[in-house]
T-cell receptor
Framework: LAKTTQPISMDSYEGQEVNITCSHN???????ITWYQQFPSQGPRFIIQ???TKVTNEVASLFIPADRKSSTLSLPRVSLSDTAVYYC??????????????FGGGTRVLVKP | DGGITQSPKYLFRKEGQNVTLSCEQN?????MYWYRQDPGQGLRLIYY?????DFQKGDIAEGYSVSREKKESFPLTVTSAQKNPTAFYLC?????WGTGGGNEQFFGPGTRLTVL
């Protein structure tokens, strides 16, 4: 499983755009990039997933450059309720080994009023 | 409502006692997982199951045991052999085992176990 590196923490203010960059230099050809959000004392929640270029859903956008060695999660116009830990995961689903996810330490995002 | 339930939310046990954490899902998912989370840390995989009557060790299986007798249930037993059992335990499930794209995992609310 590819190792990921992301900032430990980030502060922002309500209404601003938050961009969290994740490095994954040894990403494999079949690897996808997935982001999860976790609030205190709750299970993580899937936010977005992508393979290359740009993916957008109602919650966030994911930007992946051509070399795929990094990715950026963009949260538009954050609110106080977006304060959480955000995890970047890289991996593939292998029939033999299964869908094993490796969660690093994540990025703690604090949104201030 | 479809989802994953874990019970209880908080659990206290004396040192040396085995304890079983419940995890039930009604999403009709084939795969289920158990993770452990320590304060300020990410999640670590304990066990996972691809299908009924089959399960595999994750990264930190020592001191834990599981069973998968029914598709919807994947209980985790924390045994007395687990040296530091106090943690937040999360159960998850996913559909379509083995498909491409890294299928999404759905998590339960977690059980916080404290061993006194």
């Amino acid at each position: 499983l590819a190792k990921t590196t992301q900032p430990i923490s980030m502060d922002s203010y309500e209404g601003q755009e938050v961009n969290i960059t994740c490095s994954h230099n040894n990403i494999a050809t079949n690897d996808y990039i997935t982001w999860y959000q976790q609030f205190p004392s709750q299970g993580p929640r899937f936010i977005i997933q992508g393979y290359k270029t740009k993916v957008t859903n109602e919650v966030a956008s994911l930007f992946i450059p051509a070399d795929r060695k990094s990715s950026t999660l963009s949260l538009p116009r954050v609110s106080l309720s977006d304060t959480a830990v955000y995890y970047c995961l890289v991996g593939q689903v292998i029939k033999a080994a299964g869908n094993k996810l490796t969660f690093g330490g994540g990025t703690r995002v604090l949104v201030k009023p | 409502d479809g989802g994953i339930t874990q019970s209880p939310k908080y659990l206290f046990r004396k040192e040396g006692q085995n304890v079983t954490l419940s995890c039930e899902q009604n999403l009709n998912h084939d795969a289920m997982y158990w993770y452990r989370q320590d304060p300020g840390q990410g999640l670590r995989l304990i066990y996972y199951s691809q299908i009924v009557n089959d399960f595999q060790k994750g990264d930190i299986a020592e001191g834990y045991s599981v069973s998968r007798e029914k598709k919807e249930s994947f209980p985790l037993t924390v045994t007395s052999a687990q040296k530091n059992p106090t943690a937040f335990y999360l159960c998850a499930s996913s559909a379509e085992w083995g498909t491409g794209g890294g299928n999404e995992q759905f998590f339960g609310p977690g059980t916080r176990l404290t061993v006194l």
